[in-house]
């Protein structure tokens, strides 16, 4: 019954394969319940707020601070990754040295560990009495509570994105593209420089684009390191933790709603970036 | 070296011998390998280093003394509760999802697939703010609960759903590529031998893609405990009762219960080293059923 009904919409394809019912089924009213439902929710109770208050509440001084900080040090931190995380990237795909292994493996641990684990260790570290903290606090370097302590926070959470899109790409290299560059009288560094990287742009836009969007919705690994000093070290999220606190809804809702445009359009951007390379390259980001 | 084959043996060793025109010199090399070991180092083993050390601060005793508090264990419980709910709900959720996208050729397809990824990219925060707005006293819901006696928000109900929350898209997007370049001919020559839809499941589909399916649950599984945003705004805080592990965690922290904080950190960083050993060992293992999905 299900087979002739969708062929007359013209829905899917004719299938000998059973079940198509109720996985869709199954998988929509999950998604629905989940995670549909629930957002609609958010974006409902913005559009009650109406216009004017949506946007003296979003052009809030405190919110507009907390919303530069979590967007500023996202960026930083993205930044360093991409420089970090291709060489690692490289490293890992092009040579050989003990422990390689154990060190691909290690690149993971960010997504492996719990954040709040996150930010108490590298708070502890940081702290004027830590292990690197106390090397800094001599040189008036201040990083545990500042807002050099979120980038660090985000460096952490952010790296295996960078390294884990960027890898797989430089793995697909055609040897002979850098044997043809290395004919035609390019030294190394030219090749690396001018064939190889450009080559694996768009991986490395789109790990950026990851790791920052990451960042900028980042919570548990920020808080214990930030020192959440409000207009300072005071990050977006946090923000909204605390206008729940105070029971302050629409606030809360409001800011969530400008992370979350800004966040779908970061995710668009990489959607974009992703088709454009597969045009060009014949590979996916 | 004017023969073919001891040319090509060479150009196997050259990472330690000669330098060709294809790698770096091999000061580059050493420098650029010493970078990303410093690096590693520096932000990923000092604090995974500085965790077991602040546990173990003050000797083995006290490490062992602040674990037995009550609280750390219903913590430790109500952690094993929610990713024992959550996990097996996203499992089917997933193989479902992936049954659907990967065996049939629908309209809208691609489409589906960004929603089941849109748990990705929403801040954690976010996420345990949707079920405020949704059940919370405010809400269009809130009043009707309350009447009816249920408590959905600052109880286990709300940590579940904020936890399947942000590990929805764990299994699914684990086995959709999978099962994509599998294809659809294993089960077809199970069904044309005379296999029932459940059976060509079991037998054939399941078999498949087990090992791509336990490494989505084992990422999943790691979210699931570890999650901290989303649970936090959800979980109101109450000591012995709604706190999960990460929480734990962080109360004792900001009373500057050190040890007891960084010891019940240890048993997180446990569970993420088991995940990491796990995985690596899944990946060597069983790459051909993973490394469709080890391109996110």
Same mark, same amino acid.
């Given at each position: 019954?299900?087979?002739? $009904?969708?062929?007359?919409?013209?829905?899917?394809?004719?299938?000998?394969?059973?079940?198509?019912?109720?996985?869709?089924?199954?998988?929509?009213?999950?998604?629905?319940?989940?995670?549909?439902?629930?957002?609609?929710?958010?974006?409902?109770?913005?559009?009650?707020?109406?216009?004017?208050?949506?946007?003296?509440?979003?052009?809030?001084?405190?919110?507009?601070?907390?919303?530069?900080?979590?967007?500023?040090?996202?960026?930083?931190?993205?930044?360093?990754?991409?420089?970090?995380?291709?060489?690692?990237?490289?490293?890992?795909?092009?040579?050989?040295?003990?422990?390689?292994?154990?060190?691909?493996?290690?690149?993971?641990?960010?997504?492996?560990?719990?954040?709040?684990?996150?930010?108490?260790?590298?708070?502890?570290?940081?702290?004027?009495?830590?292990?690197?903290?106390?090397?800094?606090?001599?040189?008036?370097?201040?990083?545990?509570?500042?807002?050099?302590?979120?980038?660090?926070?985000?460096?952490?959470?952010?790296?295996?994105?960078?390294?884990?899109?960027?890898?797989?790409?430089?793995?697909?290299?055609?040897?002979?593209?850098?044997?043809?560059?290395?004919?035609?009288?390019? $030294?190394?560094?030219?090749?690396?420089?001018?064939?190889?990287?450009?080559?694996?742009?768009?991986?490395?836009?789109?790990?950026?684009?990851?790791?920052?969007?990451?960042?900028?919705?980042?919570?548990?690994?920020?808080?214990?390191?930030?020192?959440?000093?409000?207009?300072?070290?005071?990050?977006?999220?946090?923000?909204?933790?605390?206008?729940?606190?105070?029971?302050?809804?629409?606030?809360?809702?409001?800011?969530?709603?400008?992370?979350?445009?800004?966040?779908?359009?970061?995710?668009?951007?990489?959607?974009?970036?992703?088709?454009?390379?597969?045009?060009?390259?014949?590979?996916?980001? | 070296?004017?023969?073919?084959?001891?040319?090509?043996?060479?150009?196997?060793?050259?990472?330690?011998?000669?330098?060709?025109?294809?790698?770096?010199?091999?000061?580059?090399?050493?420098?650029?390998?010493?970078?990303?070991?410093?690096?590693?180092?520096?932000?990923?083993?000092?604090?995974?280093?500085?965790?077991?050390?602040?546990?173990?601060?003050?000797?083995?005793?006290?490490?062992?003394?602040?674990?037995?508090?009550? *609280?750390?264990?219903?913590?430790?419980?109500?952690?094993?509760?929610?990713?024992?709910?959550?996990?097996?709900?996203?499992?089917?959720?997933?193989?479902?999802?992936?049954?659907?996208?990967?065996? !049939?050729?629908?309209?809208?397809?691609?489409?589906?697939?960004?929603?089941?990824?849109?748990?990705?990219?929403?801040?954690?925060?976010?996420?345990?703010?949707?079920?405020?707005?949704?059940?919370?006293?405010?809400?269009?819901?809130?009043?009707?609960?309350?009447?009816?006696?249920?408590?959905?928000?600052?109880?286990?109900?709300?940590?579940?759903?904020?936890?399947?929350?942000?590990?929805?898209?764990?299994?699914?997007?684990?086995?959709?590529?999978?099962?994509?370049?599998?294809?659809?001919?294993?089960? *077809?020559?199970?069904?044309?031998?005379?296999?029932?839809?459940?059976?060509?499941?079991? !037998?054939?589909?399941?078999?498949?893609?087990?090992?791509?399916?336990? !490494?989505?649950?084992?990422?999943?599984?790691?979210?699931?405990?570890? *999650?901290?945003?989303?649970?936090?705004?959800?979980?109101?805080?109450?000591?012995?009762?709604?706190?999960?592990?990460?929480?734990?965690?962080?109360?004792?922290y900001n009373e500057y219960s050190f040890v007891a904080a960084f010891a019940v950190a240890t048993l997180l960083a446990l569970l993420a080293l088991v995940?990491?050993?796990?995985?690596?060992?899944?990946?060597?293992?069983?790459?051909?059923?993973?490394?469709?999905?080890?391109?996110?």
């Amino acid at each position: 019954m299900t087979a002739s $009904t969708a062929r007359r919409w013209q829905f899917r394809q004719p299938s000998v394969i059973p079940g198509f019912g109720l996985a869709l089924g199954v998988t929509l009213s999950w998604l629905f319940l989940i995670v549909l439902i629930p957002l609609s929710g958010l974006v409902w109770r913005t559009s009650a707020l109406g216009w004017p208050a949506f946007w003296s509440l979003a052009t809030d001084e405190r919110t507009v601070n907390a919303l530069r900080i979590s967007f500023g040090t996202a960026f930083a931190a993205a930044a360093v990754n991409v420089v970090f995380g291709v060489i690692l990237a490289w490293v890992l795909v092009r040579y050989k040295f003990p422990g390689k292994r154990i060190i691909d493996a290690v690149v993971d641990l960010p997504f492996a560990l719990p954040t709040a684990v996150a930010g108490i260790a590298l708070t502890a570290i940081y702290a004027p009495n830590g292990w690197i903290g106390s090397l800094l606090a001599p040189l008036g370097i201040k990083v545990a509570f500042t807002p050099l302590g979120i980038v660090i926070a985000l460096v952490f959470v952010g790296l295996p994105f960078v390294v884990r899109t960027v890898q797989p790409i430089m793995e697909e290299i055609d040897k002979e593209v850098e044997e043809a560059a290395a004919t035609l009288g390019a $030294t190394r560094f030219q090749t690396i420089s001018r064939v190889l990287l450009p080559g694996l742009a768009p991986a490395v836009l789109t790990g950026f684009a990851l790791a920052f969007a990451r960042g900028v919705g980042e919570y548990g690994s920020v808080i214990f390191i930030a020192g959440n000093l409000p207009y300072v070290s005071e990050i977006a999220p946090l923000l909204i933790v605390i206008r729940l606190e105070e029971f302050n809804y629409p606030a809360a809702t409001a800011i969530a709603a400008v992370m979350l445009i800004i966040s779908f359009a970061m995710l668009l951007i990489i959607n974009l970036i992703q088709a454009w390379s597969r045009r060009r390259y014949g590979y996916g980001a | 070296m004017a023969l073919d084959t001891s040319a090509h043996e060479v150009h196997h060793h050259t990472s330690e011998t000669v330098r060709t025109a294809t790698t770096e010199s091999r000061i580059a090399r050493y420098g650029l390998i010493a970078i990303a070991l410093c690096f590693i180092g520096l932000f990923l083993l000092l604090p995974l280093a500085a965790v077991f050390t602040e546990a173990f601060r003050n000797g083995p005793g006290e490490f062992v003394t602040v674990l037995q508090d009550p *609280e750390t264990f219903s913590a430790i419980r109500l952690t094993l509760i929610v990713a024992g709910i959550s996990v097996p709900l996203n499992l089917v959720f997933g193989v479902a999802a992936a049954w659907a996208i990967a065996k !049939y050729e629908f309209k809208g397809k691609a489409f589906l697939t960004t929603l089941i990824d849109l748990p990705f990219s929403v801040s954690p925060v976010i996420s345990g703010l949707v079920f405020v707005l949704l059940f919370g006293s405010h809400s269009v819901l809130g009043p009707w609960l309350q009447s009816h006696g249920i408590q959905i928000l600052f109880a286990v109900p709300g940590i579940v759903l904020a936890t399947v929350f942000v590990t929805f898209p764990f299994v699914a997007r684990e086995l959709i590529p999978l099962m994509q370049e599998q294809g659809t001919a294993d089960e *077809e020559a199970a069904l044309s031998l005379g296999a029932s839809g459940w059976q060509t499941f079991w !037998y054939v589909t399941l078999p498949n893609i087990k090992w791509g399916l336990l !490494y989505g649950v084992l990422l999943c599984n790691a979210r699931a405990m570890g *999650e901290f945003g989303a649970v936090s705004v959800v979980s109101g805080h109450i000591r012995g009762l709604t706190n999960t592990m990460p929480l734990q965690v962080e109360i004792l922290y900001n009373e500057y219960s050190f040890v007891a904080a960084f010891a019940v950190a240890t048993l997180l960083a446990l569970l993420a080293l088991v995940t990491l050993v796990l995985k690596s060992l899944l990946e060597l293992k069983f790459s051909a059923q993973i490394a469709a999905s080890r391109r996110h």
